[in-house]
């Protein structure tokens, strides 16, 4: 049983340029949920999706946007890349509706140079 | 009012001893409350969470312990091992599984033979 799996490990980009993160959920799962992990910080919530649509979004511009797919797989884009971008970026998924918890994947390495 | 406030940044302990990671939150509507360890270039894996209507939780060698009334919760690990070295986070959420979660800061906790 597949846990959830992020894609590519590691990525690095230059300011201005634009980036996209994919996610398979854990086999079961049908929601998304995309997190930020800057260095030595816990991971600050972005988004989620539910049914292919945004269901929640934190504080985070618009330069971050996302998609789930109908086979509950999920990308998260981001536009004009900043310095401050440089981070971690985690998905979780989970079942709604159900008990059990959101499951992490182990991310995507973002450096902005 | 969102925040979720984690203590100490740091611990150090010899085999054996007893780890205590505390948090603090303000939400009054928050309704679920994990923990979880993150070990180098891995994702967050949740270790035991625990809802306000308990006021202890143990599973293995972890505790929590929770103080509805002060709004605070606390992590113990019992007979450390130096496998127990990673990074801890606290979490809070309103809901259980499928609403986003606010880490605290993270512990980092190192286990000496």
């Known amino acids: 049983d597949a846990g959830v799996t992020q894609s590519p490990t590691h990525l690095i980009k230059t300011r201005g340029q634009q980036v996209t993160l994919r996610c398979s959920p854990k086999?079961?799962?049908?929601?998304v949920s995309w997190y930020q992990q800057a260095l030595g910080q816990g991971p600050q919530f972005i988004f989620q999706y539910y049914e292919e649509e945004e269901r929640q979004r934190g504080n985070f511009p618009d330069r971050f946007s996302g998609h789930q797919y109908p086979n509950y797989s999920s990308e998260l884009n981001v536009n004009a890349l900043l310095l401050g971008d440089s981070a971690l970026y985690l998905c979780?998924?989970?079942?709604?509706?159900?008990?059990?918890?959101?499951?992490f994947g182990d991310g995507t390495r973002l450096s902005i140079l | 009012q969102q925040q979720v406030k984690q203590s100490p940044q740091s611990l150090i302990v010899q085999k054996g001893g007893i780890p205590i990671i505390n948090c603090a939150y303000e939400n009054t509507a928050f309704d679920y409350f994990p923990w979880y360890q993150q070990f180098p270039g891995k994702g967050p894996a949740l270790l035991i969470a625990i809802r306000p209507d308990v006021s202890e939780k143990k599973e293995g060698r972890f505790t929590i312990s929770f103080n509805k009334s002060a709004k605070q919760f606390s992590l113990h690990i019992m007979d450390s091992q130096p496998g127990d070295s990673a990074t801890y986070f606290c979490?809070?959420?309103?809901?259980?599984?499928?609403?986003?979660?606010?880490f605290g800061t993270g512990t980092r906790l190192q286990v000496f033979p």
């Open positions: 086999s079961g799962h049908d929601t």
């Open positions: 979490a809070a959420s309103p809901l259980r599984n499928t609403d986003k979660l606010i």
């Open positions: 979780a998924s989970s079942l709604t509706g159900s008990d059990q918890p959101q499951h």
